[in-house]
């Protein structure tokens, strides 16, 4: 086994890891859950709308 075998074995075991990453990713499953996770930057915004809409009815 030369330089050039171990180079075309972890191009394959890479090449195989990525392929496993996209299925994993795009799976149906975890569509919801990336949803949700896409969403989370703007969380904060509903807290400070609703802190604001409370401040104004308090005072």
């Known amino acids: ?7 075309g074995l972890s191009t394959a075991l890479l090449m195989v890891g990525f392929i496993g990453m996209c299925f994993w990713a795009f ?3 975890r569509k919801r859950s ?3 996770a896409a969403l989370l930057p703007f969380a904060d ?3 400070n ?3 604001q809409q409370e ?3 308090d005072g």
Do not use: A, P, Q
């Not at 086994?1 to 180079?7: F, Y």
């Open 1 to 7: 086994m030369d330089i050039n075998d171990l180079r």
């Open 27 to 29: 799976s149906r499953k």
């Open 34 to 36: 990336f949803e949700e």
């Open 45 to 47: 915004e509903e807290i």
């Open 49 to 51: 709308r609703r802190t």
């Open 55 to 57: 401040e104004k009815r």
